[in-house]
């Protein structure tokens, strides 16, 4: 039988910088190496070309918006459905990237109009989730009941999957699949790893928690450890976090260096990694850092509670929490050989569970079933 041939679709994609933005690529890059036909489609933005081939996927940037609140929705999903219809005879399967996008919709129609299979992928959960944003938006309601017939829902963590379950999506539907992360070349051991050196990876955005890492951050600083602590990442608060960490003397140890395409050496430089959300899907940079063998800390919250084991292969603590957050961090960098051991048995989970090649061949066996 002829391979499956898959659509998947995603409201922006790289060059532009995010999890699921990276996530998408990371995924159709590897499905392409297998040997698996996918190409993704994309919105049109300034400066980029309509169509081109990364890593070995056709990228199509044709979704056409106009940039009036009310009109952007309308404009994507007709410019979805558009391309879905004219482009019927090049898929068999619609991959959905984040269940509350316009395209979402749009794929739900093809397949009662062309009886293609759709695939939706939730994205996030908790506080700010999918289902949540969905539900908030107009005709909400209506749009995520019609979402329960897609052929699967993925959902990246237990808590997304409960979600799913609490919103009456029928049990055969939902499949579990988790982010997966590329394997990493160089342990932190082979690199001279600062010891006293704290990242932050992420979206400057207030459930991102980067304001309460900068108060505990100062308590360790008060307590005098002589740490350093690079966030990496924009977003609408970094001005405010900037303002913040001068507020509070920290920007001689405090450094905000932006969005950047490629932060491994800041990976491999960092003592620890922190992650204090208030919610979460399956956070790319937390796989990351575990690949590179870096202890972290994490807020439990979405699928850190998965991944991370509290006290064997990382530190969970409570979202907003300072003074947990602060002992955390104060462990880990006094108690080196501890945190080593953290470091190393996060690899080895990474390694295990959520290699991007293991989980490549799960969605390869998915495409598979559904079109047979």
Known sequence: MTKPRVLMIISLFPPCIGGAERQALLLAGTLAARGVDVSVLTRRLKNLPDFEVMQNVPVHRKIVTLPWSKLFGVTYAVSVLWFLISRRASYDIIHCHELQGFHSIAAMLVKKLLNKKVIVKVALAGQESDFAKLKRGVMGAAFLNKLKEADRLIAICNETLQEARQEDFPEERIQYIPNGVA?????????????????????????????????????????????????????????????????????????????????????????????????????????????????????AAGGAIDVVEDGKNGILVDSGDIEDLYQAMKKCLENRPYAEKLGAAARETVDNTYSIHRIAQTYEALYAALVQ
Do not use: W
Request: aromatic share 6%; glycine share 12%.
């Open 183 to 299: 394997p990493v070349g160089l342990s932190r051991k082979e690199t001279g790893t600062s010891d006293k050196r704290l990242l932050f990876v992420g979206r400057l955005i207030r459930r991102k928690g980067a304001h309460v890492l900068l108060d505990a951050f100062k308590r360790l600083r008060d307590d005098g450890v002589q740490a350093g602590l690079d966030i990496i990442g924009e977003g609408p608060e970094r001005s405010s976090l900037e303002d913040m960490a001068r507020g509070l003397g920290l920007l001689d140890s405090a450094c905000f260096h932006g969005a950047l395409q490629d932060p491994d050496p800041y990976y491999r430089n960092a003592a620890l990694f922190v992650l204090p959300s208030f919610a979460e899907g399956l956070p790319n940079v937390l796989l990351e850092a575990m690949a590179r063998g870096l202890p972290v800390i994490a807020s």
